[in-house]
């Protein structure tokens, strides 16, 4: 278990198992002190489960749990310093906003004094304070978010853990509530964990993203490191949207690899590869180039296309069946049915062996 000052959560060896059915497999991950983690993932992967565990919600089966120094696996929720914020807001109907910051505190007994002053303060920074005196049902669903917020705001914890808290809301609340989450975090400076399977709150958000599946972490980094060198086909399909293109290539030997006909160069750690060995070849839509028919270049056709304003997402086929998807951003008109050639820098090329794990490029 680390016993590092600036670690503000470290998971160690943490495994989840209902019944003979595994869940969490093992995970070891260390939370620095004031930072924004996003656990991102499929459903099913884990993540919530995951974050239940660091809560105390759920039990763990073997590992350990330390939150600012302390071992907290065997200690109950309200002994961990921690605050959590579900999807569904969880208010009490009958109560004001007001009664609703103060509930908490007032169940812990603490002076009114200083529950006036938290819930002062709580309402001052999420803006909420003309809304005191409401009921939820009063409320928009972005307000309601705020004041589920803010009741873990005044308990003052090391760390906060958010569940999905923007499910509920609609595309342009969900901009303005993430742009908010990003505010407090910076105005608060605590800890905070936060779960999500939505890619651009993952990628807005985080100082560092886990990417979880079946239970296991594929990759943990910043935004950029797992956006940009994803540690193997799985994260480089799941981040990104649309997401990263995955060709099926075949290894051609004398440092070349060959797609729907068309021979490329292929990746620096190809010592091992053998003549006729399967890879995936990896880019990302905004790094394919519409460009003049060359030797290196594929040739596909455009199925349909995107018009989005600033940008134009070209879906296309190669000659071999595979699909493509490449972001279009020339003042040039491309439609369904014609015929483009896209090229792309070697630096911006992902290769990934036979069981989709990243080779050198």
Not at 49 to 67: S, Y
Request: negative net charge; hydrophobic residues 40%.
């Amino acid at each position: 278990m680390s016993k590092l000052a600036d670690t503000g959560v470290v998971l160690a060896g943490v495994r989840k198992s209902f019944a003979s059915l595994d869940v969490i497999h093992g995970i070891d991950l260390e939370i620095a002190e004031g930072s924004f983690v996003v656990f991102v993932g499929p459903s099913g992967c884990g993540k919530s489960t995951l974050l239940r565990m660091i809560a105390g919600l759920e039990e763990v089966t073997d590992g350990e749990i330390e939150i600012k120094g302390r071992n907290v696996t065997d200690l109950d929720p309200s002994e961990r310093g921690i605050a959590m914020v579900f999807q569904s807001y969880a208010l009490y109907p009958h109560m004001s906003v007001r009664e609703n910051l103060a509930f908490g505190l007032k169940m812990a007994r603490t002076a009114a004094a200083e529950i006036e002053a938290r819930v002062k303060a709580a309402s001052a920074i999420l803006k909420i304070d003309h809304l005191l005196d409401r009921r939820p049902g009063q409320l928009s669903g972005g307000q309601r978010q705020r004041v589920a917020i803010g009741r873990a705001i005044v308990r003052k914890p090391d760390v906060f853990l958010f569940d999905e808290p923007l499910s509920n809301l609609d595309a342009e609340l969900r901009v303005s509530m993430r742009i908010e989450i990003a505010r407090l975090h910076r105005e608060l400076g605590n800890t905070m964990i936060y779960v999500t399977h939505d890619q651009t709150e993952a990628m807005t958000l985080a100082d560092k993203i886990v990417v979880l599946r079946d239970g296991r972490i594929e990759q943990a980094g910043t935004p950029r490191d797992v956006y940009e060198n994803p540690a193997n086909v799985f994260v480089a399909g799941f981040i990104g949207s649309p997401r990263m293109n995955l060709l099926q290539a075949t290894w051609s030997g004398g440092g070349t690899l060959s797609i729907a006909g068309t021979v490329i160069p292929g990746p620096i750690a190809s010592g091992k590869l053998s003549a006729g060995e399967r890879l995936t070849f990896g880019v990302r839509p905004e790094h394919f180039i519409v460009a003049e028919a060359a030797a290196q270049t594929l040739r596909a056709r455009v199925d349909f296309f995107e018009y989005l304003g600033g940008t134009q997402y070209l879906y296309c086929q190669l000659d071999d069946g595979q699909t493509v998807i490449a972001e279009h951003r020339s003042s040039l008109t491309i439609g369904a049915g014609d015929i483009v050639h896209l090229a792309s820098e070697m630096s911006k090329r992902r290769f990934f062996d036979a069981d989709g794990r990243r080779l050198a490029d």
